[in-house]
């Protein structure tokens, strides 16, 4: 497999300049958001989505400065990659606002929380499967069958991911009432209020529930396809992370789009196809990260155009997955 040359022990300039900057916007971020009562406006998600971007972008810049163009290469490739298939995550956030009722106003603080909490999942995932391929090389082999089973999914499998995404919505009747009681009606933006002297869950906390497990199956997509880019570990959880973050706005900025693009999905089963023969052919073949990047970019700009293309021949349509 290509690895770049950068260090593969964490290194204090990288992780310290990485952790600096995101902590210091999620403060202003989540700052702003406590103050917010209304749903988010295009202008100010637009304007969000462009900073996150342009977040990911200049930490890719301070990868060039620090470890070379090699590094900054594989770094935009696996950043590139996994903005891709977060692609996916946006249809089942919509999926599951539409299924339990959630107004826009509220589905901004439950993405806010579900994405925190993606983070800190990912970067266990990242540590096991950079530790478990560093120990035993034929786990790649697993990894490549995963990403081909994804692209798979996303070709023949929409169906049953719909199904999975409502069944699991069904407040009172969804596994997560096994555990806690849960109450059907919305009381503002909680997730837990006290009815009847204990506390119940109200559907934001089934939304939030059932995005955190989502993000499971995707995780499982994605990090073995990153892994398939690089090992060292700054580089793909930083990937990671400043694809996530822009999430939350990108969703609200493409909300009443989103229906139009499912020709994404064929666009990221060919991306994942791509990289899980790179895996399985990764002890034959050394397929350059510029090779790599090359086709994200190529596969997404063609899809997305078609996509664009196809929609403006259909016409404008209503805004109506942000309810």
């Known amino acids: 497999m290509h690895l770049i040359s950068a260090p593969q022990a964490p290194t204090p300039w990288g992780w310290g300049l990485f952790v600096a900057l995101v902590l210091a916007m999620l403060a202003l971020d989540l700052g702003l958001d406590s103050r917010r009562r209304a749903a988010p406006t295009l202008r100010s998600a637009a304007l969000w989505s462009c900073t996150w971007v342009a977040l990911g972008v200049a930490f890719g810049c ?10 900054a290469v594989t770094y935009f490739t696996a950043y590139l990659l996994e903005k891709s298939l977060s692609l996916d995550n946006l249809f089942v956030f919509a999926l599951i606002f539409g299924q339990l009722a959630i107004p826009a106003a509220y589905q901004r603080r439950v993405l806010s929380w579900g994405i925190l909490g993606a983070l800190a999942m990912r970067g266990l995932l990242i540590a096991a499967g950079i530790s478990l391929l560093d120990r035993f090389h034929w786990i790649i082999y697993p990894f490549a069958a995963l990403v081909l089973l994804a692209a798979a999914r996303l070709l023949f499998g929409e169906q049953q991911e719909r199904e999975a995404v409502v069944a ?12 806690v009681p849960i109450t059907p009606v919305l009381r503002g933006g909680s997730f837990w209020i006290r009815q009847g002297g204990r506390l119940v869950a109200t559907p934001l906390f089934i939304a939030l529930v059932v995005i955190e ?3 499971v199956v995707f995780a499982l997509d994605s990090i073995p396809a990153v892994l398939a880019v690089t090992r060292v570990p700054l580089l793909v959880y930083t990937s990671n992370v400043f694809a996530m973050l822009g999430l939350r706005s990108l969703y609200f900025l493409l909300a009443g789009a989103v229906a139009r693009f499912h020709a994404l999905r064929y666009a990221l089963a060919v991306i994942l196809a791509f990289v899980g023969a790179k895996m399985l052919l990764s002890g034959v073949v050394d397929v350059p990260s510029w090779i790599s990047l090359g086709v994200i970019v190529v596969v997404v700009v063609i899809t997305a155009a078609a996509s664009a293309r196809g929609a403006s ?3 404008p349509r209503r805004h109506t997955l942000a309810t």
Do not use: E, M
């Open 62 to 71: 301070v990868v060039l400065a620090l470890y070379g163009s090699s590094a």
């Open 213 to 215: 497990t989502s993000d």
């Open 313 to 315: 021949r259909r016409g």
């Open 168 to 179: 699991a919505c069904a407040v009172c009747g969804s596994w997560v009432a096994r555990f």
